[in-house]
Each structure stands twice: as C-alpha cells, then as structure tokens.
C-alpha cells in the first residue's frame, strides 16, 4: 500500500495534485470508496453501509424511475458512476440520470465517462447520513462546475429532498424539478416520509397513485 494511502483521511478534503488523487482513489485502503476531485482538493468518502442511507438510496432510484416511466420521459439512470474531466474534476455520486434528448448518450462498453467527451449528467443526486454539509457546499460547487442540470441532496437524517437547479455557473433551490416537469419535491419528501412508516411496497403503490393522477 503506498505511503499517500495509509496516510490518506477519509470524508475531509485535503489538498493534492491530480495524481496524487487518481493514485489515492486507484488503489483505495476499501474498494467501495468513492472519489471527488474539485478546485485542486480530494475528497475520499467510504460510503454508510446502513439501513437508512440503502433505504433511501433505493426509493429515490425507485421514485425517479417511476415518474419518468408514467411521464413518457426518457432517461437513463447511473448508479455510483464516475464522471471525470482529466486533471481537473473528479465525482461520483450516488445515482444520476442522464435525461430527454441526452438519454442514450453514453453507449454501453464506458467505463469512467469522460466529461472532455460526454456532456454532463442530467441530474446529479448525493443521499447524505453524515455528509450533508459537505453535499450541501463543496460538492454543490462541483456539480456547478460540472455542469449538471440539477442536483438534489436526499438528507437521509431530516427525512427530506433538497433540489436545485443549476445555471449560469450558479445554483438556486425549486420546489419542482425542471428536468422531470411535473415532479414536486414535497410529493418526494411524503413518501419519503412514509418509508419511515410503511414498506417499499406500500410507499410505491401510493405513488403510483399520485404520479397518475398528476
């Protein structure tokens, strides 16, 4: 293990060249860790292996996937794929949609996809136990640079959705998504609060009911 991994911190960002990042996240102390690269700085995150944070990471893909479906939206969806711009950027977030016009544009057989080729996802989503300030401040300001279209925080601890949208190198909050019209945060934020109560069963038959009747 090299000398910059058995020294690395985990969930701050710390100062480091490009390749000093790449050879930190290439040869990670857990395999499951995930990598941001932003403004010179690395953050390397071993993600929450619990309950709540796997729960709401699956109703969120489950949520988005059904409102687009009903909608006749189309998207493709990633889970914890890596988005890089050689020697500058670096993020993977916990899901991200790629959506309308630029649903199909990443063909199978990627691995990293590479922002110098393909334009930025859709919608970038982060689920935060313990990261929200961070999803909140610095990987906002990622996102932005990205050039993502929109990016929600699902804050796993309030049980509610944070959506913004992203323009102009600037983000702001919206109650409704603009990339999945229709789709109002607060229906999100129910069944979010109806997972504490019912199964996911439960909770996707009662927005079932809701997206089709919107």
């Given at each position: 293990m090299s000398e910059l991994q058995t020294k690395l911190p985990t969930d701050i960002w710390v100062t480091a060249t490009w390749d000093e990042y790449i050879q930190a996240i290439e040869e990670p102390a857990d395999a499951k860790a995930k990598g941001y690269y932003h403004n010179g700085q690395m953050r390397i995150e071993i993600p929450p292996l619990g309950n709540d944070h796997a729960s709401d990471h699956t109703v969120i893909i489950f949520a988005v996937n059904l409102f687009a479906s009903i909608k006749g939206i189309a998207l493709n969806g990633k889970d914890n794929c890596t988005y890089r711009a050689t020697g500058f950027k670096d993020a993977q977030p916990d899901v991200s949609y790629y959506i309308g016009d630029n649903a199909?544009?990443?063909p199978y057989g990627t691995s990293i996809i590479n922002l110098d080729i393909y334009p930025?996802?859709?919608l970038a989503i982060e689920v935060a136990n313990t990261?929200?300030?961070d999803d909140k401040g610095e990987k906002r300001l990622l996102y932005e640079d990205l050039g993502v279209a929109e990016y929600w925080i699902v804050d796993v601890q309030n049980?509610?959705?944070?959506a913004f949208t992203i323009e102009n190198n600037g983000s702001r909050r919206i109650t409704q998504?603009?990339?999945?019209?229709?789709?109002?945060i607060s229906l999100l934020?129910?069944?979010?609060?109806?997972?504490?109560?019912?199964?996911?069963?439960?909770?996707?038959?009662?927005?079932?009911?809701q997206f089709q009747s919107t």
């Open positions: 199909d544009v990443i930025a996802p859709t990261s929200l300030a049980v509610k959705r944070i998504s603009h990339v999945l019209p229709g789709l109002e934020n129910d069944a979010l609060r109806r997972t504490r109560q019912m199964n996911q069963s439960q909770v996707g038959a009662w927005l079932l009911k």
